[in-house]
């Protein structure tokens, strides 16, 4: 999918861009203030005058309309998250009624442990990965500990052999009878590797052991067919690629095959429409993706997303996914060509198949060369211990930005100038 005839120079990153059929998007979203380049959308993504627009309409309905709110529009903001949820489903290739745009990841995936993880004395373990992001494990071992069992009986990890990526088939020996629900990334946040879903879910459903996906570091930035994986659920942040704003609500999938269950965590917003308003003391569950909301859903934590689905829709999530693997495999390019006699190198998968949105550079000066970049007005992201994550983002990132940054990171080498800057960790870098 990927090009990958590149040529030394920066004007073949003028003629990919004048070329790029998402270059218009660019103009779409807000720059940051001094023209920095932004390679850190995979933790935050720019906001969008799309974004910013939708927000203000909610606000401006709000203002006209009090309490009216949830019947403007023929009752598109109390359907809200379903309603947004439905264009989203449209980046995964799920239906429209499988897809909810509710509280947060963790919570979200407290609710789908809660709801499939029903332990019996033969098949009780949870199976994860020893490198997923850590709230992943948080939600899970509360919830283990919730049933009163103990954590180390339950948990079954399967260990990464070099610390980098997760190994397939140990996964799949690893599901063996006693695992009832397995939790995995799509796309690992440090070393950027995509895991094939599809295999991984086929195995597990073969066993009779459910399996969701944690998608944050892959929605907005994969072109996933959930269709063909059919995972029982998956849940994600909205913030990340999909710029929907710092601290946006999720989004969570159910499989349809599961709208019958029980949900684990019931909330009044998860009620029938038909009689949510009867307040009565009975949880009457909808009978779709709906019921797996808890409370009354933030308007204005979700109105940016609304906004940065006119970009998608318009832009195309497969030409949004080739451009995204040219510009990861371009930046590789130029590591390999320019870079490595300065230490740094990569620890992510070239194949296009296994690799998410972004590259995982590594250097032994990692932190320092984070401030260092930023001093170039570069802002890149750093993970422990040796890892700068840079993602340049198929709406607003350009080749020539990408050319840009191998450029700094050479000076950065050349020079040491990550000596001019303090090992003492921020808060954020």
């Known amino acids: 999918m990927a ?14 861009d004048q070329q790029d059929v998402l270059a218009k998007f660019k103009d779409r979203f807000y720059p940051l203030a001094d023209n920095k380049i932004y390679m850190d959308g995979n933790s935050l993504g720019l906001a969008s005058k799309d974004a910013e627009a ?34 989203v489903a449209k ?6 009624n499988e897809v909810m745009i509710t509280a947060n990841t963790t919570l979200n995936i407290h609710q789908a442990i809660a709801t499939f993880w029903k332990p019996t004395k033969e098949r009780y373990k949870i199976l994860v990965d020893d490198l997923n992001f850590p709230t992943d494990r948080y939600a899970v071992d509360s919830q283990i500990a919730l049933k009163g069992m103990k954590v180390e009986d339950v948990i079954k990890i399967v260990e990464s052999a ?11 020996e690893a599901m063996t009878e006693d695992v009832a629900v397995i939790l995995l990334p799509s796309v690992l946040y440090r070393s950027s590797q995509l895991l094939d879903m599809e295999l991984l879910t086929k195995e597990a459903h073969q066993r009779g052991i459910y399996i969701g996906f944690d998608l944050c ?11 063909s994986i059919n995972p029982d659920f998956a849940v994600w942040c909205n913030y ?14 159910v499989n349809k095959k599961h709208f019958a269950k029980e949900v684990g965590l019931a909330g009044w917003f998860g009620n029938k429409d038909e009689t949510q ?13 709906t019921a797996y909301q808890t409370g009354t859903p933030n308007m204005f934590s979700m109105a940016p997303l609304e906004g940065v689905m006119n970009i998608y829709e318009e832009a195309g999530m497969e030409n949004v996914r080739a451009k995204s693997l040219n510009l990861t495999a371009y930046m590789m390019y130029l590591i390999d060509t320019r870079l490595n006699e300065y230490g740094y190198s990569y620890t992510n998968e070239t194949e296009d198949h296994k690799r998410g949105g972004h590259v995982a550079l590594v ?13 170039h007005n570069i802002i890149p992201d750093y993970r422990e211990p040796n890892v700068i994550r840079l993602a340049p983002i198929a709406l607003y990132n350009s080749y020539e930005e990408v050319y840009q940054l191998i450029d700094a990171l050479e000076n950065i080498g050349k020079n040491k100038e990550w000596n001019n800057f303090s090992q003492e960790r921020t808060i954020v870098i």
């Open 240 to 253: 990340k690629y999909l710029s929907a704003g710092p601290g946006a609500t999720a989004g969570m999938f």
């Open 162 to 172: 070099d610390g980098i990526f997760i190994d397939e088939d140990a996964v799949i």
């Open 217 to 227: 570091h892959s929605i907005g930035s994969v072109h996933h067919n959930f269709k």
């Open 54 to 87: 939708a927000l203000l309409k909610v606000m401006e309905i709000w203002k006209n309309e009090g309490i009216l709110i949830w019947n403007a529009e023929n009752g598109h903001y109390f359907n809200y998250g379903k309603n947004i949820g439905a264009r």
């Open 277 to 289: 308003f009867q307040l009565k003391h009975q949880f009457d569950q909808a009978r779709d993706v």
């Open 3 to 16: 090009n990958k005839n590149f040529i030394a120079g920066v004007e073949q990153a003028r003629t990919l």
């Open 363 to 375: 250097h032994e000066e990692a932190y320092r060369i984070c401030m260092a970049l930023k001093a």
């Open 91 to 96: 980046l995964i290739n799920a239906e429209a």
